[in-house]
């Protein structure tokens, strides 16, 4: 492997780490909707709008992380069995990704010869591979192979993008729907336990929002704890 095509295909994927990756900052789209009155104490349970989650672990542990950042906005979580003043409904999901493909023109060798200082016709006499014209009989020259000619070979580099989205609703106990919220991230991994996190922080960011309006969020990543 030639050292331009090693650096591209290491460049490509930690470039797109900044789509939603662990190394820089988290993107997302969050749109809400809303009319939630000011906090005074009002109580809340949270439920998972998938009835198959309900009373899951994985959920309980989404569910933290809201109820923290509801109770840092000034509501209160009822008590387990008790009444609430408003149902929290969340919910999250990854799909299964699509196949990117990334072009870099002018590669290196396409297999008709060595790239870069090649042969040509030149005063040192000669005659080169494919050759231009250059100095000496290794005189610099397009040809095949060269790696600022107009035939090189593209760099081609395959990924996966993955769509994620985080829901949330709001209703009030008579019925009322208070808040209508979602956020969405492109990524190069599926993993919900990075992915639900930092959608959670984005969906907080500036909480509860402006009503009707759909904005690009950006906050520094979550890492995910190391292993004991």
């Known amino acids: ?38 906090p005074q104490g009002q109580t809340y349970r949270i439920e998972a709008s998938n009835p198959q989650e309900r009373g899951g672990l994985e959920f309980a542990t989404y569910a933290q992380e809201v109820s923290a950042h509801l109770t840092q906005v000034g509501y209160h979580e009822a008590a387990p069995g008790g009444p609430a003043d408003m149902i929290v409904q969340v919910g999250y999901g990854v ?72 829901g ?7 019925g009322a729907r208070l808040f209508e919220g979602r956020a969405r991230a492109h990524s190069t991994t599926d993993d919900l336990t990075q992915l639900v996190p930092n959608l959670i922080d984005a969906m907080f960011t500036g909480f509860p929002g402006n009503s009707g309006q759909d904005i690009k969020i950006t906050i520094p990543p979550r890492q995910k704890p190391k292993a004991s």
């Open 1 to 38: 492997m030639t050292i331009k095509r090693l650096l591209l295909s290491v460049a490509a994927p930690i470039a797109l780490l900044g789509v939603s990756g662990c190394a820089t900052n988290f993107q997302a789209n969050v749109s809400r909707f809303q009319r939630l009155p000011a």
């Open 95 to 166: 799909d299964h990704g699509q196949q990117k493909v990334t072009t870099t023109p002018g590669g290196f060798d396409c297999g008709f010869g060595g790239p870069g200082w090649g042969g040509g016709w030149g005063w040192g006499g000669g005659f080169g591979r494919w050759g231009g014209y250059g100095w000496g009989g290794r005189g610099w020259g397009f040809g095949w192979g060269d790696p600022y000619g107009p035939w090189g070979c593209p760099d081609v580099e395959s990924y996966t993008v993955y769509s994620s989205y985080l």
């Open 168 to 174: 949330m609703t709001i209703t009030r106990s008579d």
